[in-house]
Structure formats: structure tokens, C-alpha cells
């Protein structure tokens, strides 16, 4: 079995930072990519960033510049440094993990329940 959790949420005024941490924790022998999704009260949940086990990484037009996506050196965790917050992050952040657990095995997708993220103005 594999679980995934969230850390890190929490309340933040308008123009502070929050550190997401997202790790992957048992049957697993490598992880494929590590994305962060968000979904705000009303609306449907949208990818935030999303980076591959090389380290290439992928950000919504809305947080370019602001957020960075990050690997931990086993690339079963990941983190989502985010900068210069505005109310319109304001979202529970979901942790997405694609991963096999053998060697030559199927890749599964794992959620994380979910953190809250609050920016205030």
C-alpha cells in the first residue's frame, strides 16, 4: 500500500509564504512525478505545479513566478514553495503521486487528502 500526506497549509496574509511538503510513503520503488493541484470553493480543481523524477517542472500561468515546485533527494517527496501569496490562491492543495511499486509495474496515481491553504487580504 501506498499513502500520501500533506503538510505545511495554513493562513497567510496577502504577499507572505507558505511551504507545502508532500512525501510518498510505502510500497514503492520510484515515484514518476509529483504534481500539486488546488481546488477553491465552487470551482473545479486545477493543476498548480507538477514536476517529473528528472526535475523538469510544470506551473499554471497563475503562479509562474511565485510558487516552485521541488524534489527531495529520494523523489518520493516533493515541495511547493509559494511566494508573494494573493487571495486567489486561497484552495485545499491536493498532493498527486504517480508511481510504480515494482520494478517493472504499472504506474498508479495517489492522492493526498488535502491541505488548507487561506490567504488573506
Same mark, same amino acid.
Given at each position: 500500500?501506498?499513502?500520501?500526506?500533506? =503538510?505545511?497549509?495554513?493562513?497567510?496574509?496577502?504577499? @507572505?509564504?507558505?511551504?507545502? %511538503?508532500?512525501?510518498? +510513503? &510505502?510500497?514503492?520503488?520510484?515515484?514518476?512525478?509529483?504534481?500539486?493541484?488546488?481546488?477553491?470553493?465552487?470551482?473545479?480543481?486545477?493543476?498548480?505545479?507538477?514536476?517529473?523524477?528528472?526535475? =523538469?517542472?510544470?506551473?499554471?500561468?497563475?503562479?509562474? @513566478?511565485?510558487?516552485?515546485? %521541488?524534489?527531495?533527494? +529520494? &523523489?518520493?517527496?516533493?515541495?511547493?514553495?509559494?511566494?508573494?501569496?494573493?487571495?486567489?490562491?486561497?484552495?485545499?492543495?491536493?498532493?498527486?503521486?504517480?508511481?510504480?511499486?515494482?520494478?517493472?509495474?504499472?504506474?498508479?496515481?495517489?492522492?493526498?487528502? @488535502?491541505?488548507?491553504?487561506?490567504?488573506?487580504?
Amino acid at each position: 500500500q501506498v499513502q500520501v500526506a500533506e =503538510s505545511g497549509g495554513g493562513l497567510v496574509q496577502a504577499g @507572505g509564504s507558505l511551504r507545502l %511538503s508532500c512525501a510518498a +510513503s &510505502g510500497s514503492i520503488f520510484r515515484a514518476d512525478g509529483i504534481g500539486w493541484y488546488r481546488q477553491a470553493p465552487g470551482k473545479e480543481r486545477e493543476l498548480v505545479a507538477i514536476i517529473s523524477k528528472g526535475g =523538469s517542472a510544470n506551473y499554471a500561468d497563475s503562479v509562474k @513566478g511565485r510558487f516552485t515546485i %521541488s524534489l527531495d533527494n +529520494s &523523489g518520493n517527496a516533493a515541495y511547493l514553495q509559494m511566494n508573494n501569496m494573493k487571495p486567489e490562491d486561497t484552495a485545499v492543495y491536493h498532493c498527486n503521486v504517480q508511481l510504480r511499486s515494482l520494478f517493472n509495474g504499472p504506474v498508479n496515481t495517489y492522492w493526498g487528502q @488535502g491541505t488548507q491553504v487561506t490567504v488573506s487580504s
